[in-house]
């Protein structure tokens, strides 16, 4: 159930199609006591419901994203990545394959001559159980990673995505799963600068019309559980009139 938390606090920025919910709640839906995560990047996500119904049946959780180079693809490690390329004119060249330095990419293509050479790829339209088909044997071929490859480390600070924990030199630190989040986005942009916006999207969704203020509110009390100085950051550095990102080492 943690890991369902997990995406669920990014699923906020996702298009998720109007009728999931209700058939996840069907009666004849069976608990899901283990689940794997898909994330699908298409500039048309509702063209995808029906597939996207089909994987939550099997225990999927997915996350939605419109474009590849969404700062959250760094923060979902660990996952098969499904890229929709069927609005791609044949001559064009192919889109860069999203990537977060552990996940496969399965390209939904038109036709094969679609497909980039070397690449995992499956005909869309087509039948759904072919998707999964390849989605399961993408599974096989990468297996999951394990806990410790999962976290996120910097300096003394271990974040642990699969039991949502963080510890500092050695000992936990209790935060808010606003302050988690934050922290996680932070770390997982690896020096890049978050803006205010950035993270109020990634955190509260594209829907949230809260001032950025309430990033500052929530850095604030982050700092101070990490016994971070703002004058002198160790950890969570600001940039001014952007937002944050990591101190330098």
Do not use: H
């Given at each position: 159930m943690q890991e369902r938390e997990e995406i669920g606090s990014l699923n906020n920025t996702a298009v998720i199609p109007d009728n999931l919910s209700s058939q996840?709640?069907?009666d004849d839906q069976g608990f899901c006591e283990i689940t794997n995560r898909i994330l699908i990047i298409s500039p048309r996500p509702a063209s995808l419901r029906a597939l996207v119904a089909d994987l939550a049946e099997k225990c999927y959780d997915v996350l939605l994203l419109h474009h590849a180079d969404d700062p959250l693809l760094s923060m979902v490690q660990g996952t098969i990545i499904v890229m929709d390329r069927t609005l791609e004119l044949p001559s064009a060249a192919p889109t860069p394959w999203p990537s977060n330095g552990t996940s496969p990419v399965l390209a939904l293509?038109?036709?094969?001559?679609s497909a980039a050479p070397g690449e995992e790829w499956v005909q869309w339209p087509g039948p759904i159980e072919e998707v999964i088909r390849k989605i399961q044997e993408l599974s096989s071929k990468h297996?999951?990673?394990?806990?410790?490859?999962?976290?996120?480390v910097?300096?003394?600070?271990?974040?642990?995505?699969?039991?949502?924990?963080?510890?500092?030199?050695?000992?936990k630190v209790d935060l808010t799963k606003t302050e988690y989040d934050l922290l996680k986005?932070?770390?997982?942009a690896d020096g890049k600068v978050m803006t205010r916006q950035?993270?109020?999207?990634?955190?509260?969704?594209?829907?949230?019309?809260?001032?950025?203020?309430?990033v500052d509110v929530h850095i604030r009390s982050l700092r101070s559980k990490l016994h971070d100085d703002p004058k002198e950051p160790r950890y969570i550095a600001t940039v001014r009139g952007a937002g944050y990102r990591l101190a330098d080492q």
């Open positions: 996840l709640t069907a293509v038109t036709s094969a001559d297996p999951a990673l394990t806990d410790e490859t999962l976290n996120f910097f300096k003394e600070i271990i974040l642990d995505p699969s039991r949502m924990t963080v510890t500092r030199s050695g000992s986005a932070i770390i997982a950035e993270l109020m999207n990634g955190i509260w969704g594209e829907q949230y019309f809260g001032g950025s203020n309430a």
